[in-house]
């Protein structure tokens, strides 16, 4: 089952980027199929009629008085490649109506292939306002630049009745963290049957894999050459972390089936036992691995190393302490959980790294911009 990747990004130029999507620019991928649930002209007026309401609000000024409104939001997500076989026309017509049937707004779509034809993904621009006419409920008087003013000195008339605007409130729900987390990453997992990231404490994410190009810096490649690194060291952890699941009691309650046919992702042949020995070791060394790496924020990527030998030493102990006690043999090298969990009573991880020159920092911000292209 292939792992789920969705990422939302907010967007300040929403026809810009429906141009971009749709493959107007010429500059895009392979495009398979587009579809939009409304017309271009209505996600002009939504773009107009944002930018018009973030200007009344003095809030959303920054220093330098620039506007930056949202104007729509976009969801990248990956699906399977199976679904490649398939009409990409229905697809697209099929992802936008569930949608808008689902969580109330319109939206835009497009069906892509990268370049190298590996990356099957949906690109997804949905509005948070919804598209329903305000009537004023009262009559409403301004002057000649449209601010209110006393009946006597009004230039432009709104009578009650009249229609204000074609859109609602934005919906507070698509600004929550938790409408991502809770709703629509286990919805699509569940629609295109991906595994679902869970943070269990114990399972670590991958870091994305930038492009590289000609024009990329030397610093861009060497940033790129260790996130790549890092995300082989990651799978390594991942897959014994999931060995370990498989022979613990409780995951062999909870999935019995699983736990007849376990597969080795890490082949380290972990025997079974029906001690607890398993669930301890989840406890006292794993999790508190796990802590300890989020907490190395600059040095992450070297502890992660650090981190897989010293958790492999422990696991292969308590391999051997198995494998003595099924032979019933006595040894003088039985080590206990107390030795296990010394792996968290070490001090942080620092390696020696060369200080960086206010020279570097500079190149490095001339270059920073790679991050950005798609």
Same mark, same amino acid.
């Given at each position: 089952?292939?792992?789920?990747?969705?990422r939302?990004?907010?967007?300040?130029?929403?026809?810009?980027?429906i141009?971009?999507?749709?493959?107007?620019?010429?500059?895009?991928?392979?495009?398979?199929a587009?579809?939009?649930?409304?017309?271009?002209?209505d996600?002009?007026?939504?773009?107009?009629?944002?930018?018009?309401?973030?200007?009344?609000?003095?809030?959303?000024?920054?220093?330098?008085?620039?506007?930056?409104?949202?104007?729509?939001?976009?969801?990248?997500?990956?699906?399977?490649?199976?679904?490649?076989?398939?009409?990409?026309?229905?697809?697209?017509?099929?992802?936008?109506?569930?949608?808008?049937?689902?969580?109330?707004?319109?939206?835009c779509?497009?069906?892509?292939?990268?370049?190298?034809?590996?990356?099957?993904?949906i690109?997804?621009?949905?509005?948070?306002?919804?598209?329903?006419?305000?009537?004023?409920?009262?009559n409403?008087?301004?002057?000649?630049?449209?601010?209110?003013?006393?009946?006597?000195? #009004? $230039?432009?008339?709104i *009578? @009650?009745?009249?229609?204000?605007? &074609?859109?609602?409130? +934005?919906?507070?729900?698509?600004?929550? %963290?938790?409408?991502?987390?809770?709703?629509?990453?286990?919805?699509y997992?569940?629609?295109?049957?991906?595994?679902?990231?869970?943070?269990?404490?114990?399972?670590?994410?991958?870091?994305?894999?930038?492009?590289?190009?000609?024009?990329?810096?030397?610093e861009?490649?060497?940033l790129?050459?260790?996130?790549?690194?890092?995300n082989?060291?990651?799978?390594?952890?991942?897959?014994?972390?999931?060995d370990?699941?498989?022979?613990?009691?409780?995951?062999?309650?909870?999935?019995?089936?699983?736990?007849?046919?376990?597969?080795?992702k890490?082949?380290?042949?972990?025997?079974?036992t029906?001690?607890?020995?398993?669930?301890?070791?989840i406890?006292?060394v794993?999790?508190? #691995? $796990?802590?300890?790496? *989020? @907490?190395?924020?600059?040095?992450? &990527?070297?502890?992660l +190393?650090?981190?897989?030998?010293?958790? %492999?030493?422990?696991?292969?102990?308590?391999v051997?302490?198995?494998k003595?006690?099924?032979?019933k043999?006595?040894?003088t090298?039985?080590?206990?959980?107390?030795?296990?969990?010394?792996i968290t009573?070490?001090?942080?991880?620092?390696?020696?790294?060369?200080?960086?020159?206010?020279?570097?920092?500079?190149?490095?911000?001339?270059?920073?911009?790679?991050?950005?292209?798609?």
């Amino acid at each position: 089952m292939a792992r789920q990747f969705l990422r939302q990004n907010n967007l300040h130029n929403v026809v810009g980027r429906i141009e971009y999507i749709r493959g107007d620019t010429g500059k895009q991928e392979y495009m398979m199929a587009f579809y939009s649930t409304m017309p271009d002209e209505d996600w002009k007026n939504l773009a107009q009629y944002n930018q018009e309401r973030f200007k009344k609000n003095k809030k959303g000024f920054n220093k330098n008085k620039k506007c930056s409104a949202i104007e729509a939001r976009e969801l990248i997500l990956h699906i399977p490649h199976e679904y490649a076989n398939r009409d990409p026309h229905e697809l697209a017509k099929l992802v936008g109506d569930d949608w808008k049937k689902r969580f109330d707004t319109d939206c835009c779509l497009a069906i892509h292939w990268n370049k190298t034809k590996t990356n099957f993904h949906i690109h997804l621009i949905y509005s948070e306002r919804v598209r329903e006419d305000k009537v004023a409920t009262r009559n409403m008087y301004y002057d000649s630049d449209w601010k209110k003013c006393k009946k006597a000195d #009004a $230039v432009n008339i709104i *009578k @009650k009745g009249d229609i204000v605007s &074609k859109w609602d409130d +934005k919906d507070v729900k698509f600004k929550k %963290k938790s409408f991502m987390q809770n709703t629509v990453k286990p919805y699509y997992a569940t629609r295109f049957k991906l595994e679902l990231y869970k943070d269990d404490g114990l399972h670590l994410k991958e870091q994305k894999e930038y492009k590289i190009n000609p024009t990329s810096s030397i610093e861009y490649i060497e940033l790129h050459d260790k996130i790549v690194e890092y995300n082989k060291n990651v799978r390594t952890w991942n897959n014994m972390v999931d060995d370990v699941l498989e022979r613990s009691p409780e995951y062999c309650v909870l999935h019995p089936s699983d736990h007849n046919t376990v597969v080795n992702k890490s082949k380290m042949n972990l025997p079974p036992t029906k001690e607890n020995e398993y669930t301890l070791f989840i406890d006292t060394v794993i999790k508190p #691995a $796990v802590t300890a790496h *989020k @907490k190395q924020r600059k040095h992450h &990527k070297e502890y992660l +190393k650090y981190m897989i030998e010293r958790v %492999k030493e422990a696991l292969n102990a308590l391999v051997e302490r198995f494998k003595l006690n099924a032979s019933k043999q006595s040894t003088t090298n039985n080590i206990s959980m107390k030795n296990y969990a010394q792996i968290t009573k070490q001090k942080p991880f620092k390696p020696q790294m060369k200080k960086k020159t206010n020279k570097d920092i500079s190149k490095f911000i001339k270059h920073q911009s790679d991050f950005e292209r798609d």
